[in-house]
C-alpha cells in the first residue's frame, strides 16, 4: 500500500490529529490507517493520500501523496508520556524533500479523558514558533466534535466532526477560518479506514 502512495503525486500534513494539528495520543502498535483528503485548494494540495502506522505504542510515522501538485510528505511522532489520560509527544510534520520545504518540529502535551481531550503546545516553523490547540469531545463511540486552532500566517482555526461508521471506518468534515486578513472560510473532508496489521486493537 506505501509503495502504490510513493509512486503517485502530496500537500498539508499532520500525523494522528485533530482536524489541522497533530496531538499526543499514539495510535495501536499495528495499525495501519489510510486516508484520502479533499480540501480547498488555499489550503494545501487538494486531493491527497495519507498512509499512518503505528510501529511501537511509542512511535508512529506518516506518508502523504499529494496529487496536485505532485510531492511527498513526511511526519512522525514518538510518544514520551503514554500513560492516559495525560499525554506527551515530540515530532515533525510537513517534511517535504521533493519541494524543499524542512521539516517542522512540535512538542505537545494533552490530556485524554474518556469525553474531554485537550491538547496544547509549540511547532517550529520556518524562523518562527507557533501555538497549537485542541479541543475534542466524544459523544459516544460513533461521533466527536473537535476543535483546534495553530498560529501564524497560512494556518488557521477549524470545527468539524467525526463520524465512525465503524470501528475502522470514518468520516472527518470539516470548516476551517484563515487566520491571514482578510479572514476566508474554506472546506475540507476525509476518508479514513484503518487495518489492524499486527497487535490488539485499541
Known sequence: MI????????SFASTQGLNQIATP????????????QAQDQKLGNPYQAQAEMGL????EIAIFRGFEPNELIFGTEIGLLIETPYLLSIGFSNWSPHSHVDPQPYIE?????EHHKF?????????RNEVILGYAYDFNDTWRV???????SGNSSTIGFVWSINDDCQVNPAIYVTNDSPHEVLGYVS???TFHVWGSRK
Request: no cysteine.
Open 25 to 36: 495520543d499514539m495510535p495501536s502498535e499495528g495499525d495501519l490507517s489510510l486516508s484520502f
Open 146 to 152: 473537535q476543535v483546534d486552532f495553530q498560529s501564524g
Open 109 to 113: 502535551a494533552g490530556y485524554w479523558g
Open 56 to 59: 511501537t505504542k511509542w512511535f
Open 119 to 127: 491538547a496544547a503546545g509549540m511547532a517550529h516553523v520556518d524562523f
Open 3 to 10: 509503495t502504490v502512495l510513493l509512486s503517485s503525486p502530496a
Open 191 to 193: 476518508f479514513t479506514y
